[in-house]
């Protein structure tokens, strides 16, 4: 029985305008293409969708219906790099990872051994832990595949955790509206519906070969999902490209000293993820990050193949030389090489915990 938690973050793009901006908390907004060039919603908030507005919405048209809409110009570059650290937070529990986009992503935590196993607090933490670090919230379904998982994910957002344990999955399914499967769009659900097909357990009164007949090869497809099963494996190689810890503090550290001191226990904490590891790694580089009050962050790398303590104490000095603010948060990490790809098992070196040096 694997242990599959889908994490999808609430309207993605308008949550990291509104951390970045408090003034637009509470307004409806949006992130797209000015109206006046046939712009296009790309994402909005929950005070914009009530007024109708959608995604892929021509601005114009969402002007229409919210006058009063705000509509910021998007920032991929920004996206992505919110996008990549909460993959750093995924990492922290499984390497078996599958994006489906720069927000949402479903794990495979069957083997992960924390929080003893328990794929629940498991999501319990992750959620936590990026609405802490990130300031933004991620909505996640756990279930036993993943049909069942992202279908729950979905079914207490904004900032919600639906759990599907698999001796509930018979009766959840059976209520299952056949609008909530994906790949059955509206023009197959109001067919469906003219049918007499409202939930799933409509639809299993019908054979295999009937629904392949009514709806080709997705219908073979329907026979299995009506019945809550789904053998499709998270799709990851289960390589990293890095390893890193950070905090986020109560108080913000205002000098270097306490920069420092912070960044030698997360030395100590990045050594025992690394005794995590087997062989099929090697160091290639390491990397300072820290997070000012305002948000924004710096981020100083240098190549490394030992990841010396002596390596990280520069790096941080430079973060301090080119902004000496106050920070929220420190984070510390190496990146990978992985070796399998190009070695053959025999030739692996060893374990990456005899490599990662903390001599000065």
Not at 226 to 243: N, Y
Not at 283 to 312: C, L, M, N, P
């Amino acid at each position: 029985m694997r242990k599959i938690i889908h994490c999808d973050c609430d309207c993605f793009y308008a949550s990291v305008e509104m951390r970045d901006d408090p003034n637009l908390r509470g307004r409806p907004i949006a992130v797209g293409g000015s109206s006046d060039r046939r712009g296009v919603i790309s994402t909005c908030n929950y005070e914009a969708r009530s007024f109708g507005v959608r995604s892929a919405m021509p601005t114009a048209q969402a002007k229409k219906l919210c006058p009063d809409l705000i509509v910021v110009p998007g920032n991929m570059k920004k996206y992505r790099e919110v996008s990549a650290q909460i993959r750093e937070i995924f990492l922290s529990y499984t390497d078996f990872i599958e994006p489906l986009s720069l927000d949402e992503a479903y794990l495979d935590v069957t083997d992960s051994p924390h929080c003893n196993g328990s794929a629940t607090l498991i999501a319990q933490e992750i959620r936590a832990r990026v609405q802490q670090d990130l300031g933004i919230t991620i909505s996640a379904g756990v279930a036993p595949n993943k049909f069942l998982a992202k279908i729950a994910s979905d079914w207490q957002k904004p900032d919600g955790l639906t759990v599907i344990h698999p001796n509930a999955v018979e009766d959840f399914v059976l209520r299952l509206p056949i609008k909530k499967i994906h790949g059955v769009g509206r023009v197959t659900a109001e067919k469906m519906q003219r049918q007499g097909i409202r939930t799933c357990s409509d639809l299993r009164r019908y054979s295999q070969i009937e629904l392949a007949q009514k709806y080709g090869k997705f219908g073979n497809r329907l026979y299995q999902l009506c019945r809550g099963i789904d053998d499709r494996k998270v799709s990851s190689d289960g390589s990293r490209k890095s390893v890193s810890v950070e905090r986020t503090f109560r108080d913000d550290l205002i000098n270097l000293e306490s920069w420092q001191e912070e960044m030698i226990n997360l030395y100590g904490r990045l050594q025992e993820r690394m005794e995590k590891l087997g062989e099929r790694y090697e160091i290639s580089g390491a990397i300072v990050k820290v997070k000012y009050a305002d948000f924004t962050q710096s981020t100083h790398e240098r190549a490394s193949k030992a990841g010396r303590i002596s390596e990280f104490k520069q790096l941080l000095e430079q973060c301090w030389e080119k902004r000496s603010d106050p920070i929220r948060l420190l984070g510390v990490g190496i990146k990978l090489k992985d070796l399998r790809a190009e070695l053959g098992p025999e030739q692996l070196p060893l374990p990456l915990r005899y490599r990662l040096s903390s001599n000065t």
